[in-house]
């Protein structure tokens, strides 16, 4: 399944880059379910991160790392893959692309996911949508 956000923020691409961090992960994080970061090496191929979700009743451990980033002058994006995710996704990948608009930037969160079974696989798209949409906001007062 396929999940595509796009976020026009006012502030050029290189300020927007240079502030996705592990600080900006934490903002970005949801409500529910919890998520403390356990590790996160950046944003540079092979780096990896760890994640724990806490649904309250129980935890999951999500791990991956990034399998590809490219850097053009209005073009930068990374993508990140689970390898270690919660009992209910098969499988995991996220771009993250920013796109120099006119000394604004773009964000586009590109998301594909698998559930273990497609009928849960469909009932998890609405849940991961909002997840993503809840970045918007928070995105445009970031970078503002």
Not at 108 to 114: A, G, K, L, Q, Y
């Amino acid at each position: 399944m396929r999940i595509s956000i796009k976020t026009l923020v006012n502030q050029d691409l290189g300020k927007v880059k240079s502030q996705f961090n592990s600080s900006l992960l934490e903002k970005l994080s949801p409500p529910f379910p919890k998520v403390s970061i356990k590790r996160f090496d950046g944003i540079d191929l092979e780096d990896q991160f760890e994640m724990e979700l806490n649904f309250g009743f129980f935890k999951q451990q999500w791990k991956g790392k990034v399998t590809r980033s490219y850097e053009g002058k209005e073009t930068f994006f990374f993508i990140d893959e689970g390898n270690k995710l919660p009992f209910f996704l098969k499988s995991w990948k996220h771009q993250h692309l920013l796109l120099s608009k006119n000394g604004k930037t773009e964000i586009v969160d590109n998301i594909t996911f698998e559930g273990k079974v497609f009928p849960l696989t469909l009932l998890l798209y609405p849940a991961m949508y909002l997840q993503f949409l809840y970045r918007k906001p928070i995105y445009r007062r970031l970078f503002r």
